[in-house]
């Protein structure tokens, strides 16, 4: 009887498995018929596929095709993953689509997963009936064609966690039904065509962590309901706030960690945080390039998380709110082109972390507060063009030990480039005082700043010559020396650079000073990625060198109103990413050569107040200057002035 009932047991057991193993081979044998057709519809509706996933999309086991993810128990697909940008262990690819999006997808009522991102040609609509898919959790259609506007039906996609629609072509209101998804973690609508106001509902997206809006064309002011407060009263916070105490989050935005609103058409005030605790996980914070107005709020430094924020770009006004001084975790502050007055407040000595600011293009005014120079991890400071007045610079600037990038352009600095920068701790690497009083020389021991990629002195009062040692700075990239009085030769500023292969200069300007020689030296050492050289208003003479051609990267020239004379180098010819060529007002004679119809890419030639004569090659792009490119002249003739006499 015992063995009878383990027997029969046994037998039960085998018949479950059975069934259970051919229940799973019939799922991956015939996928349900509504998901098939609807899977189909996608494939029919892309005619180009360069991954080849798609044209291994055939049989009836839908389930088993590349890219799709089926329920095991009710043979419904859930998933469908077919990024354009494909790595594996073995490869990175990135593959492209073409084609309309289907509105068949929507038939796909299980499914939890569809990301098409990246696939670059995908066009058509974001179908209406997408609301369909009420199992949705992530959607990515990122960088496609799409066009056409979000379908306010997306806000009944109830379990949505991440949306990802950004660098797209779509267009119309952003949907406000966006704002009950209260399981949503991440909008990406970045770089768009939307119009229209930022949803008062969003404040609703207790779970929402990124919010990325930027480079669209929206209007209005930021919704008030971001940050905005009412359950708790201001005094009990800034209690809270003075003891150091986070209260228990108080609104719905609390995770909202990176937010991104720039590059819009946004007005009104910054709206947030009316008060203590809201968005207490904001860290990363964009407002740039849009048209917001009014103060930074004097409650700014209560958004305690932030790390980095742009303001830049915007039409703020008011002082620098002190209370910024709060804000203990801010590596990069940047306030830029905007209308901010006062002093800059004492408290911003305070931020420790603080690796960036830049408030250039301000009606800022002095004195700087001492407290700055607590800054200990600063790396880069940007005070140009405010109302400072600082006479000179101040000297614990040279001591901060991080320091590598200073512009100080326009400060009004007066007197000689001080001594104190030369033993400054910290390498230098990017020097901008231009714009402002300068007088006596360039220091001889410039050359010590061995760091020093990028030396901007141009709009100040130097004379003298450039010190030997300039040829000692073999990291430089851009000189900008324009707008001076300094005189003598130029050769040491063609040696930089001679200890790599092809030099380190890209940038060069030296025009509108008293030099008198030296473009002997040019292209005899490695110049070879000198793209902008601008000589112009000087004293230089005499022919110039043919080693010129060897300057290949070279995109603008500009030698204008010097003395130069004989005849124009044909080594000229050999610069062939040439763009700009100005030499007027010099005294070149002969003919301009035929070679010089090879300067295919030029755009902007101006040879005219010379001694030039006979001929002007016949041609593109010669032909293609006005007139005035060629005037005033000994002789010339041709295309585009009067036809020669034979
Ligand atoms: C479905 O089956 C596959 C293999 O047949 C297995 O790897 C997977 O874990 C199963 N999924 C579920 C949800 O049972
Ligand atoms: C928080 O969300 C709920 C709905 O989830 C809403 O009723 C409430 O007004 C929201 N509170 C704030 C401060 O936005
Ligand atoms: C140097 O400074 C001047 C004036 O501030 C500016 O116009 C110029 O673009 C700067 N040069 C470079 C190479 O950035
Ligand atoms: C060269 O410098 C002069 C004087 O500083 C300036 O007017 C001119 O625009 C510059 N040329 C180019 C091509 O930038
Ligand atoms: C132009 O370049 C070619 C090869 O790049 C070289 O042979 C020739 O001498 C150069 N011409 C001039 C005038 O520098």
């Given at each position: ?12 057991l ?14 991956a044998?015939?996928?349900n018929?509504?998901?098939?057709k ?48 494909i ?19 929507t ?14 040609g ?11 898919l ?7 259609l ?5 066009r ?11 379990k ?38 930022i ?7 207790k ?7 930027h ?5 209005g ?45 946004l ?98 005014q ?16 940007d ?10 610079i101040?000297?614990?600037?040279a001591?901060?030990?991080s ?22 701790p910290?390498?230098?690497q ?18 010590s ?41 130029m ?19 030296l ?13 005899v ?16 003479d ?58 295919k ?15 002007i090659?016949?041609?593109?792009p ?9 005037t ?15």
């Open positions: 009887m015992g063995c009878q009932l383990l027997l029969w047991l046994l037998l039960l085998l018949t479950v498995m059975a069934t259970a193993s051919g229940r799973k081979r019939n799922i044998e015939e996928c018929p509504g998901d098939l609807a899977l189909t519809g996608f494939k029919n509706g892309i005619h180009i596929d360069t991954s080849g996933r798609l044209a291994k999309w055939v049989g009836l086991s839908c389930c088993r095709w590349e890219g799709i993810s089926c329920n095991n128990a009710t043979g419904r697909v859930t998933e469908i993953r077919l990024p354009g940008f790595s594996t262990n073995d490869m990175i690819f990135q593959s492209q689509m073409e084609g309309r999006l289907s509105p068949s997808i038939l796909l009522t299980s499914l939890e997963v569809l990301d098409l991102g990246e696939l670059v995908l066009t058509g609509k974001i179908p209406p009936a997408i609301g369909h009420q199992n949705l959790r992530e959607l990515y990122y960088k496609n064609k799409l056409g506007p979000v379908p306010e039906s997306i806000g009944k996609l109830l949505l966690e991440q949306l990802h629609l950004h660098e797209n072509q779509l267009s119309g209101f952003i949907p406000p039904s966006l704002g009950s998804l209260e399981n949503l973690n991440a909008i990406y609508l970045h770089s768009n065509r939307f119009t229209g106001t949803p008062e509902s969003f404040s609703n997206l779970s929402l962590m990124h919010l990325d809006l480079s669209n064309s929206l209007t002011p930021i919704p008030e309901s971001i940050g905005e407060l009412q359950l708790l009263k201001e005094l009990d916070l800034s209690e809270n706030f003075l003891r150091g105490r986070i209260p228990p989050s108080v609104n719905n935005l609390t995770s909202i960690s990176v937010m991104y609103l720039d590059s819009n058409h007005e009104g005030e910054i709206p947030f945080p009316s008060s203590f605790g809201l968005l207490p996980s904001l860290a990363f914070l964009r407002l740039q390039n849009n048209n917001l107005g009014g103060r930074i709020p004097p409650n700014f430094g209560y958004l305690v998380s932030l790390q980095r924020v742009t303001l830049a770009n915007n039409k703020l006004e008011g002082t620098i709110s002190p209370s910024l001084g709060n804000l203990e975790a801010l590596t990069e502050l940047y306030l830029s082109g905007n209308r901010l007055s006062g002093v800059i407040p004492k408290s911003i000595g305070q931020l420790s972390h603080l690796i960036l600011l830049s408030i250039s293009h301000n009606l800022i002095g004195p700087l507060p001492h407290e700055m120079s607590a800054l200990q991890n600063l790396q880069t400071l005070l140009s063009f405010n109302l400072l007045n600082l006479i000179s101040p000297k614990w600037v001591e901060l030990p320091l590598s990038r200073i512009y100080l352009a326009g400060c009004g600095i007066r007197g000689q480039i001080p001594d104190f920068l030369r033993s400054t910290s390498p230098i990017e020097l901008d005082l231009s714009v402002n009083h300068l007088n006596g020389g360039i220091p001889s021991w410039i050359g700043l061995t760091q020093l990629y990028s030396l901007n002195l141009s709009r100040n009062g130097l004379v003298s010559k450039i010190p030997d040692s300039v040829a000692d700075l073999q990291d430089l990239g851009v000189l900008d020396l324009h707008s001076n009085k300094i005189s003598g030769s050769n040491q500023v063609f040696k930089i650079g001679n200890s790599f292969p092809d030099g380190s200069l890209t940038y060069v300007d025009s509108d000073n008293s030099f008198t020689s030296g473009t002997e030296q040019i292209g050492g490695a110049q070879r990625r000198i793209q902008y050289l601008n000589l112009s208003h000087n004293l230089l005499g022919k110039l060198p043919t080693s010129i051609g060897k300057l290949k990267a070279l995109q603008s020239l500009d030698l204008s109103c010097n003395k130069f004379g004989f005849s124009l180098a044909e080594a000229i010819a050999n610069l062939s990413l040439l763009e700009t060529l100005k030499l007027q007002r010099n005294h070149f004679t002969g003919k301009i050569p035929i070679k010089f119809l090879n300067l890419k030029l755009k902007d030639l101006d040879l005219s107040d010379n001694l030039l004569e006979g001929e090659p016949a041609g593109k010669l032909s293609d200057f006005p007139q005035s490119s060629f005033g002249n000994r002789g010339l003739c041709g295309k585009p002035l009067s036809p020669c006499m034979s």
